[in-house]
């Protein structure tokens, strides 16, 4: 059971267009919800994040934005830049614990 | 600053051998850790948290086990490797339930 879904495998978008990464959740326990980037060899790095209180949160380029009620979420780059080519994922923590649960992540290639 | 460190980077295993996969965090005291795997295609999935030392919660049954015999020291361990324990394996540490978590660069684990 997948509780945390990315359902588009790979995003392809133009230098300085904007990049959109969805990611779908099931469990409403979920309180807090994480994004990362992850580049071939290395280890996610932590991008943004967002309590399940607030609907927005900006960070420079990145915007994560949540929608409780459809049970979505979505991070936002604008501009997109070459170096932003990576592997994004989600990620949903369950209320009160310290586990995290991880979306299959969305290769996005940004061109120049 | 902390920094989290993960060896060795790549190995490769014959079916039935044993595994020690090590991670040590520097810079902070009492971290949460956390144990990774991501199958190929696929997203990560939690196998072992740690909350402190000798304390260790297992996520899913399997093949492997993990210890944490000191503060900031956290083990991966197999005592007999299937070929189904190939993956990417990564080590995390957070400050807390409500904190990022911060991954290791990762161990890529083929089993011949």
């Given at each position: 059971d997948q509780q945390v879904k990315q359902n588009s495998p790979s995003l392809s978008v133009q230098e300085g267009r904007i990049s959109i990464l969805n990611c779908d959740y099931t469990?409403?326990?979920?309180d807090y919800f994480l994004w990362y980037k992850k580049y071939p060899a290395e280890g996610p790095t932590f991008l943004i994040s967002i309590s399940s209180i607030k609907d927005k949160n900006e960070d420079g380029r990145f915007t994560v934005f949540l929608n409780k009620s459809a049970k979505h979420l979505s991070l936002h780059i604008v501009?997109?830049?070459?170096?932003?080519s990576a592997v994004y994922f989600c990620a949903a923590r369950p209320g009160n614990t310290g586990k995290l649960i991880f979306g299959q992540g969305t290769t996005l290639q940004v061109k120049p | 600053s902390q920094t989290i460190h993960q060896w060795p980077a790549t190995l490769v295993q014959p079916v039935g051998s044993p595994l020690s996969l090590e991670c040590t965090v520097e810079g902070t005291s009492n971290p949460n850790l956390y144990w990774y795997r991501q199958a190929a295609g696929r997203g990560l999935q939690l196998l072992f948290y740690s909350v402190g030392i000798g304390q260790i919660s297992s996520e899913v049954p399997q093949n492997l086990s993990a210890s944490r015999p000191q503060d900031r020291q956290f083990i991966l361990s197999s005592k007999k490797l299937l070929l189904s324990d190939s993956g990417f394996y990564l080590c995390a540490w957070s400050l807390g339930q409500g904190q990022p978590q911060h991954f290791g660069d990762g161990t890529r684990l083929s089993i011949l």
């Open positions: 469990n409403s326990m979920f501009p997109s830049q070459p170096g932003d | -």
